[in-house]
Nanobody, 123 residues
Framework: QVQVAESGGGLVQAGGSLRLSCAASGHTFGSYAMGWFRQAPGKGREFVARITWSGRVYYAESMKGRFTISRDNAKNTVYLQMNSLKFEDTAVYYC?????????????????WGQGTQVTVSS
């Protein structure tokens, strides 16, 4: 089993940057695909990005060029660097782990979830 916990959220002005971290427990972290999702008030959970155990990345179209996902297997940590933030990026951001992912865009593909971290972008 893997437990994940997000950190790094906060309040930022539009155009600013934040880096989210996701710390995972478990000695098999390196074998998991890791994803980031977000959920804005009144909306469903939205896929942001995924990184495989080998470092292959995949982004939601609207995040490409602004968000960067990375992982440090030695630290059992996944990161989400968010630049050029917009008001509409305001959401709770969740980290998730999956043993096997067919389509990374679907939250049902992921087995373990964190509690989320709030990101608020002021306009």
């Amino acid at each position: 089993q893997v437990q994940v916990a997000e950190s790094g959220g906060g309040l930022v002005q539009a155009g600013g940057s934040l880096r989210l971290s996701c710390a995972a427990s478990g000695h098999t972290f390196g074998s998991y695909a890791m994803g980031w999702f977000r959920q804005a008030p009144g909306k469903g959970r939205e896929f942001v990005a995924r990184i495989t155990w080998s470092g292959r990345v995949y982004y939601a179209e609207s995040m490409k060029g602004r968000f960067t996902i990375s992982r440090d297997n030695a630290k059992n940590t996944v990161y989400l660097q968010m630049n050029s933030l917009k008001f509409e990026d305001t959401a709770v951001y969740y980290c998730a782990a999956a043993t096997k992912v067919q389509d990374p865009r679907f939250s049902t593909e992921y087995d373990y979830w964190g509690q989320g971290t709030q990101v608020t972008v002021s306009s």
